[in-house]
């Protein structure tokens, strides 16, 4: 599948591909049929979509009652987590179901849906960061919502489903770090997980830094923007306002890919150091990063050399 998407999906144009998927539950009213909720994953997130193993070990503790147990796939034990029961949904059964098996912070999971649907090519703008409410219905595990014609998907943050589930394998800041560096630095991070920009807030601010933050590229790019207008007022170079700029790739309304592209193609703005920072930085994906100029690219649990790199960077 992602050989196919690499062809398909050219860095930069600010598009995104989805596995759309459902999770089939009981009538919602009397006199209903059974009641469809869709979702979609990121296809760079997913390596393969399998029937269900025929063999599941139960393991006698887990963290979570959602972990199923694990499989064996091609001599590699994977997790299988009930989706339905994480989101607090009561699953029926009126067709054998599938499994996502992902890959993404160097881990590999599974995860039990009612079926597929198909691959959906959309642009990032079509996604709406979700309402509190639609938060609030889905275990706060949504990260953005895409409205076709004929119902509504909802794009799930497998990223904090796998990091509750298990924390060991969550962002964790290194205590150990001496953070001896030159201050005064300025960062700019753009992340639409509220934890994630606390943590790079918390990380960056500790190697002196000063942050700004935004939770979508296009909120990036528009502060960006006013650093330039400033700057040729001022007649400063911008680097005298803003440092480096720290990204996710995957975001609502603006992907960092297309917010990369957009400040390398700047006259101004391509002086500053740009980092992407994202659970989809693999060696396959690389490149695609690369093709858009970021100076830098960090998978999400290598969060301990953010600052460093950075720094190095700027210097440089």
């Known amino acids: 599948m992602s050989s196919q998407t690499d062809i398909l999906l050219e860095a930069g144009t600010n598009e995104l591909e989805i596995v759309e998927f459902w999770l089939e539950e009981g009538p919602q009213e009397e006199d209903e049929g059974n009641y469809h ?48 029961y994480w989101l607090k949904k009561d699953r029926v059964e009126s067709e054998p179901p599938k499994v996502i098996v992902t890959e993404f912070n160097n881990v590999s999971s599974a995860f039990l849906v009612s079926g ?90 500790r190697a002196k830094f000063v942050v700004d933050s935004a939770r979508t590229g296009r909120e990036c790019w528009e502060k960006l923007l006013e650093y330039k207008k400033k700057a040729l007022a001022q007649k400063i170079p911008v680097t005298d306002l803003i440092n480096v700029v720290v990204s996710d790739i995957e975001m609502p309304v603006m992907d960092g890919h297309n917010l990369t592209k957009r400040i390398k193609s700047d006259p101004i703005l391509k002086e500053l150091p740009v980092i992407l920072f994202s659970s989809i930085i693999t060696d396959k994906l690389r490149h695609k990063g690369e093709s858009v100029g970021a100076d830098d690219q960090i998978s999400k649990p290598e969060v301990t050399q953010l600052a460093k790199r950075a720094i190095a960077l700027i210097q440089k």
């Open 37 to 84: 909720g869709f979702y979609g994953v990121n296809v760079a997130k997913v390596l393969e979509i399998i029937r269900m193993p025929d063999k599941i070990t139960h393991l006698p503790k887990v963290a979570h009652p959602a972990i199923m147990g694990t499989f064996n796939l091609r001599n590699k034990v994977i997790p299988l987590v009930d989706l339905s």
């Open 116 to 205: 597929v649907t198909r691959i959906h090519r959309i642009s990032w703008e079509k996604v709406e960061a979700p309402s509190d409410y639609v938060s609030a219905l889905s275990a706060d595990s949504i990260t953005g919502v895409v409205k076709f014609d004929d119902r509504i998907s909802l794009i799930l943050d497998l990223e904090k489903i796998v990091a509750e589930l298990n924390p060991a394998l969550g962002l964790q800041l290194d205590d150990s770090i001496d953070w001896d560096v030159t201050g005064g630095y300025r960062a700019l991070i753009a992340d639409d997980s509220t934890l994630i920009r606390e943590m790079l807030n918390e990380l960056l601010v």
